[in-house]
Nanobody, 122 residues
């Protein structure tokens, strides 16, 4: 069974830092792009950062210069280092991965993690 498991959310004061991780496990042929999304109460889910297999990253404007996405392809893991956190970063953060499975090597499936709460508050 393929799943994405996220770790690292929590409560942090404004200006603090958190590091999220997400590992894809199970019967996987290849991991393509990986990304982090977030959804704040009453708002739509938005893309925070993405990292394809090329390693060329992209970020939503509100986190540029503060967040860093990286990946360990050997471990099928993606990280999100969040610095200088602000109250408006409070949201449930979701890991996303485009996966190719051994049974369907010409199809890319989009998988989601269960979400991890990040709360920025004093």
């Amino acid at each position: 069974q393929v799943q994405l498991v996220e770790l690292g959310g929590g409560l942090v004061q404004p200006g603090g830092s958190l590091r999220l991780s997400c590992t894809a496990s199970g019967s996987i042929f290849r991991v393509n792009a990986m990304a982090w999304y977030r959804q704040a109460p009453g708002k739509e889910r938005e893309l925070v950062a993405q990292i394809p297999t090329t390693g060329i990253t992209r970020y939503t404007d509100s986190v540029k210069g503060r967040f860093t996405i990286s990946r360990d392809s050997a471990e099928n893991t993606v990280y999100l280092l969040m610095n200088s956190l602000k109250p408006e970063d409070t949201a449930v953060y979701y890991c996303n991965a485009d996966l190719v499975l051994p049974t369907h090597i010409y199809t890319v499936f989009k998988y989601w993690g269960q979400g991890t709460q990040v709360t920025v508050s004093s």
